[in-house]
């Protein structure tokens, strides 16, 4: 029997994978961030986890894509050597990121001058260094801004990608080489602002849903929260029966993605809380503050904590722990496995983990 507090979340989600026999074009697209503590020796990576590794981040500079650091094109080189040994592999940039204000896009997405000059710059560096595509990680257009033509101007940038990506072919098989992909918020309000769905659909090879962040503590809604939970719960009424992968990622399909380019995003980290008391421990519970993002190999080692108590919510299809006034929302064996069944059940084009660094990468 595998132990599944030995077992990293990636590893897990290819195993369920198998044992459920999805066919190969199952996508397993994997985030690898280059600016994380927890950055990941290229060279131990197991490229036969993912079919497809998305670098993150790039920065958007004086209109043009570049690296957040020069040292990290040394990261690109690396990283892309892995397609020597797994010659399937797809590696692919990200621009943008959570850490991104979204300014930098807005204003490339300004005028079809500064979206050429910006799609020059990203073809440059792609081939450069031996990328097969670009993701764009644009949080969020239109969003809580003063810019709602962001929505439309954003295809447009795509659209620009696209054609470009399309002129450049495969020396071997005159296929095409590039691929387009973007990652998307799954809050139904941030989405229906944010993106022009159908649009989207003609130019992107994939998009990756962020199926987490669902619960986030704040002075209005300070309670505990499952991160990524795959159902809603009956107490739940109104907006909040959105706040979960089945009906968020679904309201995409509805909307006009195809349901063969959407990638269903499963994190590999956790979020914990500070308990007001410790007499009220479950989902919805009082809480004095959310703490920071626990990995998952810090999740094992409190796992395996003889003061820490587990606890699965039949409805959400997601676990939790206690320990103290210590409330962590997270995903283990069993909710990466019933979140790959759904996946496959509902014919989706395959995953998105977020990310490998925070992963049990080594089995601790």
Not at 54 to 62: E, Q, R, S, T, Y
């Amino acid at each position: 029997m595998i132990n599944v507090i030995t077992k990293s979340l990636l590893f897990l989600l290819l195993l369920n994978i198998h044992f459920i026999q999805i066919e190969s074009k199952f996508q397993r697209v994997c985030y690898l961030r280059v600016d994380s503590s927890q950055r990941i020796d290229a060279q131990t990576i197991n490229g036969s986890l993912c079919t497809h590794i998305i670098l993150g981040f790039a920065d958007i500079v004086n209109g043009t894509v570049g690296p957040h650091q020069p040292n990290d094109v040394l990261y690109y080189q690396n990283v892309t050597q892995l397609k020597t040994n797994f010659t399937d592999l797809k590696i692919m940039l990200s621009v943008g990121g959570g850490g991104s204000d979204g300014s930098g896009f807005h204003q490339i997405c300004s005028n079809q001058t500064n979206i050429d000059r910006f799609v020059s710059s990203v073809m440059d560096l792609l081939l450069k260094y031996n990328f097969d595509g670009l993701d764009i990680d644009w949080e969020f257009p239109a969003w809580n801004t003063p810019y709602p033509q962001d929505k439309y101007t954003f295809t447009q940038l795509l659209k620009s990608l696209n054609i470009q990506f399309e002129r450049q072919l495969n020396r071997v098989d005159n296929r095409r080489q590039l691929l387009l992909s973007c990652a998307v918020s799954a809050i139904i309000n941030v989405a229906d602002a944010a993106y022009d769905m159908p649009e989207m659909a003609k130019y992107v090879d994939f998009v990756n849903v962020m199926s987490y962040d669902f619960h986030e503590f704040t002075p209005f809604w300070p309670f505990t929260g499952y991160n990524s939970p795959l159902y809603g719960r009956k107490v739940e009424k109104t907006y909040f029966t959105f706040l979960n992968t089945n009906r968020s990622v679904n309201h995409w399909v509805t909307l006009g993605m195809s349901k063969e380019k959407i990638m269903v995003g499963i994190p590999t980290y956790g979020h914990s809380y500070q308990l007001a008391s410790t007499e009220h421990t479950g989902p919805d519970s009082a809480a004095i503050a959310q703490l920071q993002d626990m990995t998952y190999t810090q999740i094992c080692a409190l796992l395996r904590n003889t003061s820490t108590h587990s606890y699965f919510d039949a409805e959400a299809k997601v676990p939790y722990l206690v320990s103290g006034d210590l409330w962590v929302s997270y995903d283990d064996s069993t909710s990466v496995a019933l979140k790959a069944q759904w996946i496959r059940d509902n014919s989706f084009g395959g995953s998105m983990t977020f990310d490998l660094n925070t992963d049990d990468y080594h089995y601790k």
